[in-house]
């Protein structure tokens, strides 16, 4: 009797120890993502060089992120106006002026600048030095509008202001009005 009962003693106990590794898999959820530096998806978007953190695929496409270098003097886009994102910076070195309507904030290091949708804005890097800014995108919208500048760099067009703004219009994004000198 007692082969009987540890059989069935060690069979209830493999169920058991079966049971908690699936609750603890679906407990644990999707899977995480983790991206060492060099890794990601790289952008070179003429002096800047962008790395994709997280493109939307692991969020439901509820959050993008990148790593951005603004070499010195680093020109930003054409003032423009999400309709459908948020977007947020991190200044993590450097210094990057944000130009929000017709008003400048130089932004150093450690400096989070929210812009939500609807509001208008620009960025540029009017330093000597370069610097370096996380941006996130609420949705993940605008992670393909940098794929899409990429590509037209590629086919050898340039990248003017009209070429972004065409671009820009392809993810619910339009020009703001130029502030008054």
């Known amino acids: ?33 983790v991206v060492r530096p060099g890794q990601g998806e790289t952008l070179t978007l003429g002096t800047t060089r962008m790395r994709v953190l997280e493109d939307g695929s692991h969020t439901a496409h509820r959050l993008g992120l990148t790593e951005s270098v603004l070499a010195p003097h680093t020109p930003g886009p054409p003032q423009h106006r999400h309709a459908r994102h948020d977007e947020g910076f991190y200044v993590l070195s450097g210094t990057v002026r944000f130009t929000v309507g017709a008003q400048d904030h130089d932004a150093g290091a450690g400096t989070f600048v929210m812009v939500p949708a609807g509001a208008p804005h620009t960025f540029a890097n009017i330093s000597g030095r370069p610097a370096v800014m996380l941006s996130m995108f609420t949705p993940d919208l605008y992670v393909q509008y940098f794929r899409d500048l990429q590509d037209t760099i590629a086919d050898g067009r340039p990248l003017t202001p009209d070429a972004n703004l065409r671009t820009m219009s392809r993810y619910a994004t339009r020009p703001a009005a130029r502030p008054a000198p």
Do not use: K, L
Not at 12 to 21: E, I, R, Y
């Open 1 to 33: 009797m007692n082969d009987t009962a540890d059989t069935a003693a060690d069979t209830a106990a493999a169920a058991a120890a079966g049971a908690d590794a699936a609750a603890g898999a679906e407990a644990a959820g999707p899977a995480v993502v």
